[in-house]
């Protein structure tokens, strides 16, 4: 049961170190934050749309379409209905208000454009060695590690369990909120007890294995930085530069917007 | 909050961490629940694991709650705001183990496995002030970086948990707490003594973590939609952005205050 969203390909962005592809994140995210108007929030969608492109990760863009388009929907609605401006445009929406609010439903889209470029080009055990080579514990860490290996398994049970309920007759679509959150219970209950009953086990296993019995380890993934890397750092710190200089010079901002 | 650090050194709890965020992540997608606002927030029976885990398995049941809605976020939804749902789900999955029998006669003075009306009770509070609190500190963050106005997502947020929680957690703990208590699994069985905090001063923390969690609510909530000072049965002209921040922020400071008194 594949749930994620890694792409199995060979591109440039995928060969790039995680924590490479981490700091662009990260920088990803502080462009789309440094402006509040919509031309310029879309011009930094522009450049995400094009680094997705670079990582052939498009078509996982497509699997959310309808979260992109609701999320910008209620973003749109709730700033220009928040936001306050100058000129007024209908009812206390103001055409200030009413940039905000797209350019803000832009801004959350960019971000999550940009965490699927994270997440369609980076496998899982390169996300979590990336985080231990960032500083994270290594516990912390490899409870991250082993409960993303996880999800799917027990996704695959909830999904047996609710199938094996429904074959008895269990019915989730009928009665009030209060009926359909009560027949939740039979579903949940196993699920729950399957997995704090192989919590021993887990356990076990692991400390057989040596966990936390030396502070140094090795790791059978190696990462390290490549010429490519430095490139697309340089590249990206470039641009982050000139979008904080433009932002220091006045360009970006709504004239007239008290957000 | 020294356990919250300490627990990681036990084999054990980092495993119920794992299982904690595997199982909230892993809900989330086949029992997918029905929307409350189409399109924007649904019924999440995932939304019960961090109260039931975080008080049963205490730290490792928080941890476990907030890289479970990192993980979460992996199927689609990464973006900055992830930081704060790491922050606010850790604190909804905290709150529940370090309060629960510290909040003087509104306590039952008995163990969760709620039986009694008067567990029922404590158990409500619980809920109520852990989605409180998950909701202001994430509708926080999001204001912060001007993203959603407070007043949005702080509704949605604590009607959802708290619902959700309130209905299906009272029957889960009548089932689990029984098992998890004859398997040694409660965190308290697990951990030693000497690893965990010492009760500072439980009244004073449990009366700060209630004026933070709720005041941070309201005086957002407030804020946001210009509640405070407004006209009766008029659309309030709300203030966002640093208003908000800045009126949240002192109720955050006082409930981690709390937090560390406990």
């Not at chain 1, 905000?100 to 999550?112: H, N, S, V």
């Not at chain 2, 976020?73 to 370090?98: A, H, I, M």
């Amino acid at each position: 049961m594949n749930l994620y969203l890694y792409l199995d390909r060979d591109t440039f962005v995928h060969r790039l170190d995680p924590r490479t592809k981490i700091l662009l994140l990260l920088a990803s995210f502080a462009m789309a934050l440094l402006f509040s108007h919509p031309f310029y929030v879309a011009s930094v969608l522009g450049l995400i749309l094009l680094y997705c492109a670079l990582g052939g990760s498009l078509g996982n863009l497509r699997k959310i379409w309808f979260l992109l388009l609701t999320i910008g929907l209620l973003s749109l609605a709730g700033w220009s209905l928040f936001a306050r401006g100058q000129t007024p445009l209908f009812w206390r929406v103001t055409w200030e208000s009413f940039s905000y609010g797209l350019a803000t439903a832009i801004k959350i889209d960019t971000m999550i454009v940009a965490g699927v470029i994270f997440l369609s080009t980076t496998k899982n055990e390169e996300v979590t060695l990336a985080l231990i080579r960032l500083g994270i514990p290594y516990s912390a860490a490899f409870a991250f590690s082993m409960a993303l290996r996880l999800v799917p398994t027990f996704a695959g049970t909830a999904s047996t369990v609710v199938e094996a309920q429904r074959s008895r007759g269990l019915d989730l679509e009928s009665g009030n909120v209060l009926e359909r959150a009560k027949k939740y219970i039979p579903l949940l209950a196993p699920v729950f007890l399957n997995t704090i009953r192989s919590t021993d086990q887990l356990a076990m296993a692991l400390e057989g294995k040596g966990f936390g019995s030396r502070r140094g380890r090795t790791f059978y993934l190696e990462i390290g930085f490549k010429k490519g890397d430095f490139l697309a750092l340089a590249i990206t710190l470039a641009l982050l530069a000139l979008a904080l200089v433009m932002r220091m010079a006045g360009f970006g901002r709504i004239p007239g917007l008290s957000a | 909050m020294r356990e919250v650090v300490t627990m990681w050194r036990y084999t054990k709890m980092v495993v119920l961490a794992a299982l904690t965020a595997a199982v909230y992540a892993a809900i989330l997608i086949p029992l997918k629940g029905f929307p409350l606002i189409p399109g924007f927030t649904e019924f999440r029976p995932a939304n019960v694991v961090p109260i039931v885990f975080g008080l049963l398995f205490g730290p490792a049941g928080a941890w476990g709650s907030a890289l479970g809605n990192l993980i979460g976020d992996f199927f689609g939804t990464l973006s900055l705001g992830s930081l704060f749902g790491f922050v606010g789900n850790f604190f909804y999955g905290f709150v529940g183990y370090k309060i629960w029998g510290h909040m003087g006669w509104l306590s039952s003075g008995k163990g969760v496995d709620i039986r009694s009306g008067r567990q029922f009770l404590e158990y409500a509070l619980v809920v109520f002030l852990s989605s409180a609190i998950c909701a202001a500190i994430i509708a926080w963050g999001l204001e912060l970086l001007g993203l959603l106005p407070f007043a949005i997502l702080g509704s949605i947020i604590t009607l959802n948990n708290f619902f959700t929680a309130l209905v299906l957690g009272p029957l889960l703990l009548w089932l689990l707490y029984p098992r998890v208590y004859r398997w040694d699994l409660l965190w308290t069985d697990i951990m030693d003594e000497k690893d965990v905090s010492t009760h500072l001063s439980p009244g004073f923390g449990a009366l700060f973590m209630w004026s933070g969690g709720l005041g941070g609510l309201i005086a957002g909530l407030a804020l946001s939609t210009g509640l405070y000072g407004a006209v009766p049965f008029t659309f309030g002209a709300g203030t966002v952005g640093g208003a908000v921040v800045l009126g949240v922020l002192p109720f955050l400071a006082l409930f981690f205050l709390g937090c560390l008194l406990m």
